[in-house]
Each structure stands twice: as C-alpha cells, then as structure tokens.
C-alpha cells in the first residue's frame, strides 16, 4: 500500500516477540531478527533471517532455540555466520546455510536459575518499575545466567564475541577454540550492553544496571574507565563512528548523554523528550553528530546532538514497547529499530529510503519496509 509517497510491505510472525535486530554488513537487503515467545519470560526463542526483495520482506530462514533469544550479531569474517545470546546463558554461533542448528554452543555464563513462577513475578516487578515508574529496577533477579548482549568484535586482526550477562560479568570469547577467553568483573548489576569500539582494537563499552558506563581493555579483567552516567539503571551505550573518544549512553530516567573519554566530569550532551526507558541507542554510521534512539514509550526519535535543537524526528506509530535499534552500514537512510518487541528502520538520508519496523501485538512481530521517494526531506515524518 501507499502512504505519504513510499510504498509499505508487511510480514507477521505470530508467537514471538522481537528483541534484538540487525542489518547484515555484506548483503545490504538482508536481516537478523532474534525473537522470543512469551517475552522471553518463558518457552522457545527463534532467530529469523530475512530478505527485501520487490515482492516484499520475506522470511528466508528460521532457526529454533529452546529459550529466549536476546540479542544477534553478524560475523566479521563471513555472511553466513551469527551469533545469538538465549536465557540459558548460553550464545550459539549459526551457519545460515545449513540447516541444522547451531555449529558450536557457547556456556560459561553460570549461576542459580530459579523456577518459573519466580521468574515470571519478577519480571513483571521489573517492567512495572522500570517502565511505569521510571525507577531502577535493582532487585532479585529470577535468572541470573541470562545473556543479554553479544557483540562481534569489527577491527581487522582480531575475531573475539564479547558478552554481557544478569551474572553480573561480561565474558570474551574466541570462537575458533569455542571457549571465553576472559571475564571482566566489576560491575555490580546486569550488563544490559557490551559494544566493541569500533576504533580501537581490544577495546569494548559495556552498560549496566549499577548506572556505570565502563571501558575495557581485554589485555586486563579490570575496567581501565568508570563512568557514573546516570541516576538510575544504563540499558544501552554506543560508540560513534567518527571519534574514538565520544560514546552515548541511554538509561531509565528517559535520558541520552554522550561522553568524552579525555573528560568524563559532564557529559558532552543531555537529551531528553523520551517519557520512558530508553532501550537502546545508536549513532549512525554515516553522520558524526546524528544519532537514533527507542524507548518503552513506543517512540523512535532521531537527533543531532550539534544543532541548538537537537530532535529532528519522532516516529510515533508504534503501538508496543520500542527495544532494539539498528542502522544499515551499506545503505544511507536505512534504520532498523525494534519494538520490545518491534524493530524498524527510519530514513535519514536523501535517496531511496528505507523503513523497517518490527512490532509486537497479540505476540506478532510485524515488520513493515517502506521505501520512500529520492526526493523528500532529509528529515522527515516516518
């Protein structure tokens, strides 16, 4: 169907609900979805390739997983690899061309699970709290072994996944002898986000619920940058692509702040006009100053921290919470963002556009490309 000159194609995906997506970086029409049933609170996750082609977005590939899938990232070294991370506290390392499952199984995020019934009230507690009462949500955590984040690391001469997990540690893996290499302790809450520095090599990010942003050298188990980013829980950081010393970080007090490692007193930015928890945020790989971010008060918004008004756009018509965020590295204006169960893309370049969205209702993901015309604004409503 048409709408505001660009055409809208749909795919549902009944009984799952998305958490994480991500924009191949070899084959520009292609994506990951890692998705869940249940909200991930309990039964099986799948993770979903798909492919935009002129009849629309279709599925190309699905796999199956016990538990819930997290988070997803692409291999460095080949575009058929991926990797996920599950409420098991396990990552699994996929080959697209096989149809089998995982090649290897990745296990060394370990604590007590606890059962079920505990496992699905408190996390309601933490929904409740986090997302209605903008407070943090420090509590027991019912299961303690979930990996939440994964990352490939994305500099040449090195081939390391980094994780980070409610244990509370984030693990270094080496995938070619299928095993962590290194775990970094310090962090005193979940790791919501562990980021490779896209810049300098053996160099991560990682953000947690004990309101820090920390820097890591793998050389060391210890955090060689603690940040005290904000008042209240840190789900989501990211690197810009144009200076190795600037991140950003989004929270659960509805704030964006950017960070110049060579000052970490004041943050370099304060965005605000979320109203709820921000999910996750990236900058984009194509401007230095624009970054895009989505929150559980089912908003994307999209911003360029250097003008006096910093908010270019607010997409509004997501009807679930807003959870994962990503840009395409091969095609200007492609943005995928993901509801907590969506995820979409909004346009931020002049030439043909692209729009991806990914929302949940009645557990269905609902992912929606719209391309729009090579003649609109720079910034325009999505």
């Given amino acids: 169907m048409a709408e505001g000159g660009g055409i809208t194609r749909a795919i549902r995906i009944p009984g799952r ?21 249940n909200y991930g609170i309990s039964g099986s996750g ?39 991370s599950s409420g098991d506290g396990t990552l699994q390392l996929w080959d ?18 606890y059962n079920i019934e505990i496992q699905f ?26 990996v939440y984040t994964v990352d490939w690391s994305q500099t040449r001469g090195e081939q390391f996944l980094v994780s980070g997990s409610w244990d509370h540690t984030a693990k270094l893996w080496d995938p070619s002898v299928g095993k962590a290499v290194s775990t970094f302790t310090g962090h005193e809450n979940i790791i919501y986000s562990t980021i490779w520095s896209p810049h300098i090599p053996g160099c991560f990010a990682s953000a947690s619920g004990d309101q820090t942003l920390r820097i890591w050298d793998v050389k060391s188990p210890v955090s060689k940058i603690v940040i005290p980013a904000h008042q209240a829980e840190v789900l989501t950081c990211d690197w810009c692509k144009y200076d190795q010393n600037l991140l950003v970080t989004g929270a659960v007090d509805c704030s964006l702040r950017g960070w110049d490692l060579r000052a970490i007193r004041q943050p370099v930015f304060d965005l605000h006009d979320h109203t709820y928890a921000i999910r996750r945020v990236k900058f984009s790989p194509f401007h230095a ?41 091969l095609l200007p204006g492609q943005v995928s963002d993901k509801k907590c169960f969506h995820c979409g893309p909004i346009r931020i370049l002049k030439g043909s556009q692209w729009r991806l969205r990914c929302s949940l209702k009645k557990q269905t993901i609902s992912f929606i490309i719209r391309e729009k015309n090579a003649t609109e604004p720079l910034y325009g409503n999505v």
């Avoid at 699905?62 to 990232?73: M, P």
């Avoid at 697209?96 to 699970?113: D, W």
């Fill in 46 to 84: 799948t993770l979903i390739i798909l492919e935009q082609n002129d009849a629309g977005l279709v599925i190309i590939k699905s796999f199956e997983w016990g538990d819930a899938l997290f988070d997803v990232t692409w291999s460095e070294v080949s575009e058929n690899f991926l990797v996920t």
């Fill in 289 to 329: 100053s624009v970054l895009a971010s989505c929150s559980y008060d089912f908003t994307v918004r999209l911003w360029d921290f250097s003008k006096p008004s910093p908010l270019l756009d607010t997409v509004e018509h997501h009807t679930e919470f807003t959870c994962g965020l990503d840009f395409s590295i």
């Fill in 96 to 113: 697209t061309s096989k149809p089998q499952g995982p090649l290897q199984i990745f296990k060394e995020h370990t604590q007590e699970v």
């Fill in 17 to 37: 609900h998305g958490y994480a997506v991500e924009f191949s970086p070899y084959v520009p029409t292609r994506l990951a979805c890692a998705a869940s049933q």
């Fill in 121 to 146: 009230t408190f996390s309601l507690h933490c929904l409740v709290s986090c997302l209605l009462f903008k407070k943090s949500s420090r509590r027991l955590h019912p299961r303690k072994e979930e």
